[in-house]
Nanobody
Framework: QVKLVESGGGSVEAGGSLRVSCEVS?????????IGWFRQAPGQEREGVAT???????TYADSVKGRFTISIDNAKNTLYLQMNNLKPEDTGMYYC????????????????????WGQGTQVTVSS
């Protein structure tokens, strides 16, 4: 059974940094998987933040380019999102998501692409 567990969220002032983690069990994430981060603010739709494709390519939302970095620690089977120069608009629940099926036909930022989700970790950025 594939399970994703996020951690590392918290409260920070604008300009600060946080790193959120997603520990994956039941599947080795360096093998044929698209995996990434989404976030959702209250009253808003879930939006794609960053992803690592099965070919190793990384993609970021325009709003986080140059500030966020997605990475995988293969030894720990864990996905990370390093967030620097945080802004109040980065506030939201952050979820990791995995696509093991190879769901072609969906964009990387479509939640429909991903069949496994974590429970989320809250990130709050104050001005």
């Amino acid at each position: 059974q594939v399970k994703l567990v996020e951690s590392g969220g918290g409260s920070v002032e604008a300009g600060g940094s946080l790193r959120v983690s997603c520990e994956v069990s039941g599947y080795t994430i360096n093998h044929n998987v698209n995996i990434g981060w989404f976030r959702q603010a209250p009253g808003q739709e879930r939006e794609g933040v960053a992803t690592i494709e099965r070919n190793g390519r990384t993609t970021y939302a325009d709003s986080v380019k140059g500030r966020f970095t997605i990475s995988i620690d293969n030894a720990k089977n864990t996905l990370y999102l390093q967030m620097n120069n945080l802004k109040p608009e980065d506030t939201g629940m952050y979820y990791c998501a995995a696509d093991l099926r190879g769901s072609y036909g969906y964009t990387w930022y479509s939640p429909l692409r991903y069949e496994y989700w974590g429970q989320g970790t809250q990130v709050t950025v104050s001005s």
